[in-house]
């Protein structure tokens, strides 16, 4: 197993500069893993900013049960530490399961807490307890300022490493919406604030047994976060999205990848210099 970054230098430089989270939704197989991560950390040197490769070795919210859930705990975390190992990247994954949050911590550096789960009080001081860095998607159904009791709970254990993600709020059946007045709101409360673009472009279980999407939103939606606050961007993105397993129809391509970090740095260093 790798030596995993330590977490307080991680975040010490998650608290300093901007920075990306990329991958594809699921951990599909190793290779692809691999490749993605290879990509996206080309695509992070040419603008010299940090980014952290995340994909799920597990998907517990599916809209069907015959949806494609990923390679699973014991496998998936053999194929992140490869990835973590061979690219040198930090990584980071879903926890649905309190008792899974200390196994997992051993191999990556970001415990990520799916939205659905955001108010789940044993899983999330769960996560804190391990010391590993503990990033929160803020639930469709909370309001920007409900995310201070979600971060007290992590902190409760002692652990203040914690990362806070918009994800889109609830609007009306299978759709999402952002509202940017959400980031100031969120960036009070202390913690780097992350825009999670592709899911916010998601449209849950509007393709009736699995969810829809619309990729082209997510690059907008993404520069418009950049510009409000938003210290990080959460991109899902795939070599060939409309074959992907999970997220397909709201995961970006990952040859336009690219050329979204460079306008992204770019819109960061503009509000840098204000």
């Known amino acids: 197993m790798a030596p995993r970054s330590s977490a ?3 975040y010490a430089v998650l608290r300093s500069r901007h920075f990306f989270i990329a991958g594809p939704c699921v951990l599909e197989s190793c290779d692809l893993a691999l490749h993605v991560a290879a990509i996206v950390k080309e695509a992070a040197e040419q603008v010299n900013l940090p980014v952290i490769f995340k994909s799920s070795y597990e998907k517990a919210n599916r809209t069907s049960g015959s949806g494609f859930r990923g390679p699973g705990r014991d496998t998936g975390l053999v194929w992140l530490d490869r990835v973590r190992e061979e690219t040198d990247l930090p990584v980071t994954t879903d926890v649905h399961d309190p008792a899974d949050a200390s196994i997992v911590a051993e ?3 970001i415990l990520q807490i799916p ?4 108010r789940q009080t044993a899983l999330l001081t769960a996560a ?3 010391g590993a860095i503990v990033n929160v998607k803020k639930g469709q159904f909370l309001a920007p300022w409900d995310m201070a009791h979600v971060a007290a709970k992590i902190a409760s254990t002692g652990n203040s490493r914690i990362l ?3 994800r889109g709020s609830s609007f009306g059946y299978n759709n999402l919406v952002v509202d940017m007045r959400s980031f100031p ?3 009070d409360l202390g913690y780097p604030l992350i ?3 592709t899911h916010s472009v998601q449209m849950p279980g509007g393709q009736g047994a699995c969810s829809g999407g619309d990729r082209r939103l997510a690059p907008p939606l993404a520069l418009a976060a950049a510009g409000a606050g938003a210290a990080g961007v959460f991109l899902e993105c795939h070599p060939h999205p409309d074959k992907a397993l999970c997220d397909g129809p709201n995961s970006l391509n990952l040859a336009d990848v690219p050329a979204l970090f460079r ?3 770019g819109i960061w260093r503009l509000v840098d210099e204000q």
């Not at 939205?115 to 955001?118: D, K, N, T, V, Y």
């Open 8 to 10: 307080d230098a991680l």
């Open 107 to 109: 191999v990556v550096d």
């Open 115 to 118: 939205a659905f789960l955001s």
């Open 128 to 130: 804190g307890e391990t």
């Open 164 to 166: 806070l993600t918009e």
């Open 185 to 187: 709101l969120m960036k």
């Open 195 to 197: 825009m999670d673009a």
């Open 263 to 265: 306008k992204l740095a």
